[in-house]
């Protein structure tokens, strides 16, 4: 795929838009939504909905999976989030964060910065 032809698609995708209606981030977690009618959804739109059936994904892996740049991804997950084909993933918060194997994990990580 050329330039000119990433650049249209990306357009055409988007609609123009170069912003996201609601702010995300690469590392922002989405999941499908239970079951919502997909009849007004992109192709690009569908293909993310499918991808995120049962799993959690980022804005960035859907990004590198649908081979969108990622400012097109995050325009098609906002639009998708604002339909409630998407919803946001919440992190699992069962962990206990006073396990001291994590606490020294983490130490590990961030003395090798």
């Known amino acids: 795929m050329t330039q000119e032809t990433a650049s249209v698609r990306a357009y055409a995708v988007t609609v123009g838009r ?8 690469p590392g922002s977690l989405v999941r499908a939504a239970a079951s919502p009618p997909y009849e007004a959804v992109s192709p690009e739109g ?19 999976l649908l ?18 084909f998407l919803i946001h993933a919440m992190p699992d918060r069962s962990a206990d964060g006073s396990d001291p194997s994590l606490l020294e994990a983490v130490l590990d990580g961030l003395r090798n910065l």
């Open 18 to 25: 170069t912003r996201p209606a609601v702010p995300l981030e």
């Open 67 to 84: 081979q969108l740049p990622l400012q097109v991804a995050k325009v098609v997950v906002a639009d998708l989030l604002h339909g409630g």
């Open 46 to 64: 569908l293909a993310a909905v499918r991808l995120c059936a049962g799993q959690a994904l980022s804005v960035a892996e859907l990004a590198t």
